[in-house]
């Protein structure tokens, strides 16, 4: 049975950190890239983080960019997203992904981060 279990979100203030993790079983984690995508109320999910299999080629969005790290170890099968300086505009819910080439496409049920003062 795939899964993809999402953890680590909560409530922050503004210039805090906060670490998410997906951990994932079921399927052949390290042949898959992995995403995390945030969806605000009200708006569209959109892509936050990007990294492929092997771990070395990660990509992320421009709102996000210098503040988050996206990580994976294969090894543990999880993925990680490092979340820093949090701004309020970062509250949404986050949900972890996986894909591969062959059309797989595995969504985690998605965690709550909400920054605020």
């Known amino acids: 049975q795939v899964q993809l279990v999402e953890s680590g979100g909560g409530s922050a203030q503004p210039g805090d950190s906060l670490t998410v993790s997906c951990a994932a079983s079921g399927f052949n984690f390290r042949r898959y890239g992995l995403r995390w995508y945030r969806q605000a109320p009200g708006k569209q999910r959109e892509l936050v983080a990007r990294i492929n299999s092997n771990g070395e080629v990660t990509d992320l969005a421009d709102s996000v960019k210098g503040r988050f790290t996206i990580s994976r170890d294969n090894a543990k099968e999880t993925m990680y997203l490092q979340m820093n300086n949090l701004r309020p505009e970062d509250t949404a819910v986050y949900y972890c992904?996986?894909?591969?080439?062959?059309?797989?496409?595995?969504w985690g049920q998605g965690i709550q981060v909400t920054v605020s003062s």
């Open positions: 992904n996986a894909a591969n080439y062959a059309g797989n496409d595995y």
